[in-house]
Structure formats: C-alpha cells, structure tokens
Nanobody
Framework: QVQLVESGGGLVQAGGSLRLSCAAS????????MGWFRQAPGKEREFVAA????????YYADSVKGRFTIVRDNAKMTIYLQMNSLKLEDTAVYYC?????????????????WGQGTQVTVSS
C-alpha cells in the first residue's frame, strides 16, 4: 500500500504560480512511476503530467507543456508539480497518483493509488 497526500493548492490570479506537493508513505516510493491528474467541475479526470520511477523521463499534457514541471525527490518520497503562467482553465482538483511500474502512463486506470486531491482555483 502507498498513501499519498497532496498539498499546496489554493487561489491564485491568472498568470501566477503554485507548487503542489505529494508526499508518499508506505511501500518503497522509488518503485513507483508517479503522475498528476486533474478534474474540473463537470468534466472527467484528465492526465496532467507523469514521471518515471527514476525521474529520468517526464511527460506532459499538451495543455500544460512549457508551463508545468513535474519533479520527484525519492529521498523525501515526494513529487512536486510546479505550475507557472496559470490560466483560468487550469482550475480543478489536482490528484497525485502512483503506478506500481517503472514507466508512466496517461490513462487513469493504469494507476494503483490516489491521493485525496487539492483544489487549485485560478481567478481573473
């Protein structure tokens, strides 16, 4: 079992920045590929970013490429999502997820463990 706890969400003006954190506990964190997903009201949960277990490869949704950065610190058992140049359409609940596999995936069904989510609201 892996427990995931997100933090760092909040209210920010368009063009601003936030950094989300996801702290893991339980089994060996470095065995897991990790991802960030988000869900806006009335919409399905969607892929945002992912990172391999070693941190050597990162993947991003086209909508966030160039603005968001995913990073992991295996020693701290934590991943981060640095979000810059935030837009109104980035407003959503952001979820951290762990996949018991070295490689990432963009499909939510490929992930085994989920956090409770943290709200990000971008205002005009």
């Amino acid at each position: 079992q892996v427990q995931l706890v997100e933090s760092g969400g909040g209210l920010v003006q368009a063009g601003g920045s936030l950094r989300l954190s996801c702290a893991a506990s339980g089994r060996t964190f470095s065995n897991y590929a990790m991802g960030w997903f988000r869900q806006a009201p009335g919409k399905e949960r969607e892929f945002v970013a992912a990172i391999t277990q070693s941190g050597g490869r990162r993947y991003y949704a086209d909508s966030v490429k160039g603005r968001f950065t995913i990073v992991r610190d295996n020693a701290k058992m934590t991943i981060y999502l640095q979000m810059n140049s935030l837009k109104l359409e980035d407003t959503a609940v952001y979820y951290c997820a762990a996949r018991d596999h070295p490689l990432t995936h963009t499909n939510i069904n490929a992930y085994d463990y989920w956090g409770q989510g943290t709200q990000v609201t971008v205002s005009s």
